[in-house]
């Protein structure tokens, strides 16, 4: 099946910096990606949709300048935590469908993210 | 995307076959029944997914309703790698909203 790269996969930063996490569609192209994150013990939660060559569209309560997406690319969308703080800790995930056929969406391994 | 209910957890007998339901009574017509499965700490794994008709493929079998009401992916036989949480999602397109999902726990 498709593959979707997530990296890294495991990151621990300080409170204040910023940390960008990138998702490759390894053998696919990905007009859409979709960016999830997960608390322990909580399903996934939708962050935000990230379409190549435009801006993301971000789900209800999700701050759009905290949470920067860039899909500047067919193949590679990113997300950067800017400003990090102890409560955006958390497993945040990626996603993205084929263009060229059906309608299942693949998904990375995710990152988990702690921020001292 | 559909509302679906799943039962929160369940257990199975190694090398049996594992029924997981799913209701999603509010389903639209052009809303596919989506499964999938995460294991600890990792992505979701797509099961597999049908609109209509059931679905069979190398990891499961997708059994729908007539009036796509419910429906049951079926684990032919059940490993202890299969302990994860099972996700049934109704959705059209792209965006797939994850609700609790079945926590499935095989055991030898």
């Known amino acids: 099946g498709a593959v979707v790269s997530q990296h890294p996969s495991r990151v621990i930063c300080k409170s204040g910096t910023s940390v960008k996490i990138e998702c490759r569609s390894l053998?696919?192209?990905?007009?859409?990606m979709f960016w999830y994150r997960q608390f322990p013990k909580q399903s996934l939660m939708l962050m935000a949709t990230s379409n190549e060559g435009s801006k993301a569209t971000y789900e209800q309560g999700v701050e759009k300048d905290k949470f920067l997406i860039n899909h500047a690319s067919l193949t590679l969308s990113t997300l950067t935590v800017t400003s990090a703080h102890p409560e955006d800790s958390s497993f945040y995930i990626c996603?993205?469908?084929?263009?060229?056929?059906?309608?299942?969406?693949?998904f990375g391994s995710g990152t988990q993210l702690s921020v001292l | 995307d559909a509302k679906t209910t799943q039962p929160p957890s369940m257990d199975c007998a190694e090398g049996r076959a594992a029924n997981l339901p799913c209701n999603h009574s509010?389903?639209?017509?052009?809303?596919?029944v989506y499964w999938y499965r995460q294991i600890h700490s990792q992505g979701p794994q797509y099961i597999i997914h049908g609109l209509k008709n059931n679905e069979t493929n190398e990891m499961a079998s997708l059994i729908i309703t007539e009036d796509r009401k419910s429906s049951t992916l079926i684990l032919p036989h059940a490993t202890l790698r299969d302990t994860a949480v099972y996700y049934c999602?109704?959705?059209?397109?792209?965006?797939?909203?994850f609700g609790g999902g079945t926590r499935v726990l095989v055991k030898p």
């Open positions: 509010t389903i639209s017509g052009n809303e596919y």
């Open positions: 053998d696919f192209q990905a007009t859409t």
């Open positions: 996603s993205a469908r084929d263009d060229r056929a059906g309608e299942k969406l693949f």
């Open positions: 999602i109704g959705a059209a397109g792209n965006k797939l909203t």
